[in-house]
């Protein structure tokens, strides 16, 4: 399976800029996908395909990458993002997520 | 809107089978993918499997042996049953529907169900 490797947790500061990492143990084309999920939430589709906004979400959301190396990027940090972010490949079956990455707010 | 919500028990005991149903609103579950994907305690989480528009199915070869994904068009909803489930089973269960672009991405998830597995 395609492991997706995501750093356990980083902590900002409101209105900074944050890159959140996902990197692929195999490359997954562009087929990359994120998501924000909020303490007793259902995950919510933030970015897909790697660089694509999913409708209504925030333009402060933005993602790159291709292969095996994407980032989540959140310019600027507002207090309500604090959450975990999930990347999830598509290209490989079967799917897979990565381990999440926590956000706090300093 | 699209709405999912997923009801079924919230025990199982070991070796017994867990059933979800994942009732959908605003949007007929003969268009999409319909998929399952549970979350374990520590954040893991894992695609199950789907249930195509025309009702075929694909799961996660680490489960096929022991999952199955049904529906019933005529109440707009889809189920999973996992069988001889084991403690390594307990996690919060969602149903989630495909994008519809092949793409292969959620673009609506139900709240989630916790299912804890114990005697």
């Known amino acids: 399976d395609t492991v997706l490797t995501q750093s356990p947790a980083l902590a900002v500061s409101p209105g900074e800029r944050v890159s959140i990492s996902c990197r692929a143990s195999e490359g997954v084309n562009s087929y990359m996908h994120w998501y924000q999920q909020k303490p007793g939430q259902q995950p919510k589709l933030l970015i897909y395909?790697?660089?694509n906004l999913a409708s209504g979400v925030p333009a402060r959301f933005s993602g790159s990458g291709s292969g095996t190396d994407f980032t989540l990027t959140i310019d600027p940090v507002e207090a309500d993002d604090t959450a975990t972010y999930f990347c999830?490949?598509?290209?490989?079956?079967?799917?897979?997520f990565g381990g999440g990455t926590k956000l706090e707010l300093k | 809107e699209v709405q999912l919500q997923e009801s079924g028990p919230g025990l199982v005991k070991p070796s017994q089978s867990l059933s979800l149903t994942c009732s959908v609103t605003g949007y007929s579950i003969t268009s999409n993918y319909w998929g399952w994907i549970r979350k374990f305690p520590g954040n893991k989480m894992e695609w199950m499997g789907y249930?195509?528009?025309?009702?075929?199915?694909s799961y996660n070869p680490s489960l096929k042996s022991r999952i199955s994904i049904t529906r019933d068009t005529s109440k707009n909803q889809f189920f999973l049953q996992l069988n001889s489930v084991t403690t390594e089973d307990t996690a919060t269960y969602y149903c989630?529907?495909?994008?519809?672009?092949?793409?292969?991405?959620?673009?609506?998830w139900g709240p989630g169900t916790m299912v804890t597995v114990s005697s």
């Open positions: 999830q490949q598509s290209w490989n079956d079967p799917w897979t």
């Open positions: 989630a529907r495909e994008s519809g672009s092949y793409d292969w991405y959620f673009d609506f």
């Open positions: 249930i195509s528009y025309s009702g075929s199915t």
């Open positions: 395909k790697a660089s």
